[in-house]
């Protein structure tokens, strides 16, 4: 055995997958690329040029220049600065409601697959019934009755997204709920509980990250669809499906409105996607050592 084999041989398993994400070029850019973004995000308070909301009625939509990189909108107000802005809140989004729709979907498809049966058959069909209702419309409604809020945007996204990952997990927990380890843990005595935070859900946590990783992108275009039917962020705040409404509407005059937020957008969700793909084929067990 070659002294690499060997290494191979004694890699934890968290080892040898960041050894086969690290072998996907366009994925490590793309992760770079996600840092630099999300640390901008996060230093925009700092970073910002100009404050966000600052207008300057004077001054107008103005291309980009020394004074404004990225130009200003027609409000006169610092484009790059509202773009740094409105990462924050794009990211915002993504992560929370994803979290959320993780913690929900975890559960709810752990105890659905493990319980079988019945109650597996009940549990499912309402997500069927959830899966069925429009969300646009969903949300709408929501608007309506509760008025319009970052923290009620965060809870009509998940609310929806977890859906799909409850189905991912019921279908893994399936699979894993007839192994013989899991056999042996019920002849021991073990609760339900313990089984399955300790014994099953560990065993699906590969299938958990990377449809986590394609769910960050998906919440993020969903707060940009809504930003852009004006159903989202609101003004004076901003956020990337915000700021290319406002550019779609301005995109024959002053197109540097829409170019930027639309690069901006792109490079994210293109990260995002890049990064899952690569972690989907980093966890695959059945990948090449």
Known sequence: ???????????????????????????????????????AALLAPVISPYPFEQQDLDLGATAPSSQHWLGTDDLGRDMLSRLLHGGRISLAVGVCATLASLCIGVVYGAISGYAGGRTDNVMMRLVDILYALPFTVFVIILMVVFKRNLLLLFIAIGAVE????????????????EQTFIRAARALGYSHGRILMRHIIPNVIGPIIVYTTLTVPRVILLESFLSFLGLGVQPPMSSWGLLIRDGARMMESYPWMLIYPSLTLSAALLSLNLTGDALRDALDPRALR
């Open 162 to 177: 977890w859906l799909t990952m409850a189905r991912i997990v019921r279908g893994q927990v399936l699979a894993l709920k």
């Open 1 to 39: 055995m070659t002294e690499n084999q060997h290494s191979t041989t004694n890699a934890s398993p968290g080892r040898l997958a960041w050894r086969r994400f690290r072998r996907h070029r366009p994925a490590m850019v793309a992760l770079v690329l996600l840092s630099l973004l999300c640390a």
